[in-house]
């Protein structure tokens, strides 16, 4: 019963070095998201996918790279880590575009960039 | 643009009763819905209002009025594991969320 799965949990990179997050759902999900969230903000959307093979930038896309080549995984790259990249990051599904049943998140990745 | 506002921080007892009020200004509305976050956890869902009225759910509460772009989560009989943020967001006309920066609620004995 995995639900929604990151890894992973902590990382700290120094700045200018790259990293990849992976989610991965086991619920047929079409719809996968990426969030970051910052202490005193709301969930920032940063990218998401409607399904697979597509993907589509959200609130705060820059710096960050998706891809969603299998139905149940979405990776999350930053290519060049900056500070401003410190933040908690999760990820989410839900069923498809007209499904307004609720979110699944995974447990959140914590990313520092020193 | 779009926004949601909900109080930064509130402060209840042990036992006692809570209302958390939501206000929203979005590009659509396709339900609204609540999040309860404990400290250095996900999010995992409370309750979700697309109709006006009271959805209730054991303890807590879901409130909805369309017209006034309001809501309200209502925890009733406080218990300290209560103490979390909760994160109310709107679902627009295009079915993405919109999220409100969440109310922590701290509960004293």
């Known amino acids: 019963n995995a639900g929604v799965t990151q890894t992973p949990k902590f990382r700290v990179l120094k700045t200018g070095q790259s990293m990849t997050l992976l989610c991965a759902q086991d619920?047929?999900?079409?719809?996968m998201y990426w969030y970051r969230q910052d202490p005193g903000m709301g969930l920032r959307l940063i990218h998401y996918?409607?399904?697979?093979?597509?993907?589509a930038k959200g609130e705060v896309p820059d710096g960050y790279n998706v891809s969603r080549l299998k139905k149940q995984n979405f990776l999350l790259g930053l290519e060049s880590a900056a500070p401003s990249q410190t933040s908690v990051y999760f990820c989410?599904?839900?069923?498809?575009?007209?499904?307004?049943?609720?979110?699944?998140f995974g447990e959140g990745s914590r990313l520092t960039v020193l | 643009g779009q926004n949601i506002d909900q109080p930064t921080e509130m402060t209840a007892t042990e036992g006692a009763i809570v209302q958390i009020n939501c206000t929203y200004q979005?590009?659509?509305?396709?339900?609204l819905f609540w999040y309860q976050q404990h400290a250095g956890e996900a999010p995992t869902f409370l309750s979700y209002?697309?109709l006006d009225g009271l959805e209730e759910k054991g303890r807590f509460s879901s409130f909805l009025s369309r017209s006034k772009g309001y809501s309200y989560l209502l925890l009733k009989e406080l218990q300290m594991k209560d103490s979390a943020s909760y994160l109310c967001?709107?679902?627009?006309?295009?079915?993405?969320?919109?999220w409100g920066a969440g109310t922590k609620l701290i509960i004293k004995p």
């Open positions: 989410a599904s839900r069923g498809g575009s007209t499904d307004t049943g609720e979110l699944f």
């Open positions: 619920m047929n999900h079409e719809y």
């Open positions: 996918s409607v399904g697979e093979g597509t993907t």
């Open positions: 979005t590009s659509g509305f396709n339900g």
């Open positions: 209002n697309v």
């Open positions: 967001a709107v679902m627009d006309s295009n079915y993405q969320l919109i």
